[in-house]
């Protein structure tokens, strides 16, 4: 199947600094990838569609200019925690999806795990 | 609001018996539910799907079955194996896979 990476897999930072973390598709072109930020024990919660060339688009409660969105490539979009705080603390998951299959299905990349102290 | 919900938050089952993961959805819009595994420290894989043209959709020993009077899908795990050991995420889609949103998961433990 389709892979996706996503780098790093686990961060931890100081409170007040910024964090990127990329997502690539390996072996294919995604013009979409999506965002998903996991805290403990509940569910994959969508922060945001990346659309390659434009502006992404973000769920509602999800702040822009906190989560910043940039997905320059086919297959590459990043995620910047700008000014992170310890409630960013978190499991984020990109994915992305086959454009010339008509499933649906999503890849996953292995996650990133932050910290912020 | 959590439109799509997995109220079983674990699940566990004798090695070789059916293992049965539920989820309950409240948007009518969603047309495509997908189901996905993930082992600890990795992102989810994909499982199985289902449009909602279908009421039931099988592969090997997966099989979902959706319900969408009641807005509910159900996967079924026969015979349920240690390996399949994970948290189940189901997931549902509409507008032409614009998005997806996810279920909180279900820990399925299989004993052997």
């Known amino acids: 199947g389709a892979v996706v990476s996503q780098h790093p897999s686990w961060v931890i930072c100081k409170s007040g600094t910024s964090v990127k973390i990329e997502c690539r598709s390996l072996d294919f072109q995604a013009t979409t990838m999506f965002w998903y930020r996991q805290f403990p024990k509940q569910s994959l919660m969508l922060m945001a569609t990346?659309?390659?060339?434009?502006?992404?688009?973000?769920e509602q409660g999800v702040e822009k200019d906190k989560f910043l969105i940039n997905h320059a490539s086919l297959t590459l979009s990043t995620l910047t925690v700008t000014s992170a705080h310890p409630e960013d603390s978190s499991f984020y998951i990109c994915?992305?999806?086959?454009?010339?299959?008509?499933?649906?299905?999503?890849?996953f990349g292995e996650g990133s795990r932050l910290t912020v102290l | 609001d959590q439109q799509v919900k997995q109220n079983s938050p674990s699940l566990s089952v004798q090695e070789g018996r059916i293992s049965i993961l539920n989820c309950d959805y409240t948007?009518?819009?969603?047309?495509?539910f997908l189901w996905y595994k993930k082992y600890p420290a990795e992102g989810p894989t994909f499982l199985i799907s289902?449009?909602?043209?279908?009421d039931k959709n099988e592969d090997g020993r997966f099989t979902v079955f959706l319900n969408k009077s009641a807005k509910h899908l159900s996967l079924h795990i026969v015979p349920s194996q240690p390996g399949d050991s994970a948290v189940y995420f189901c997931a549902a889609s509409w507008n032409n896979f614009n998005k997806f949103y996810f279920g909180s998961g279900t820990k399925l433990n299989v004993k052997p």
């Open positions: 994915s992305a999806r086959l454009n010339t299959r008509d499933t649906g299905e999503l890849f």
């Open positions: 289902i449009s909602s043209i279908k």
């Open positions: 948007n009518s819009m969603f047309d495509y």
């Open positions: 990346s659309n390659e060339g434009s502006k992404a688009t973000y």
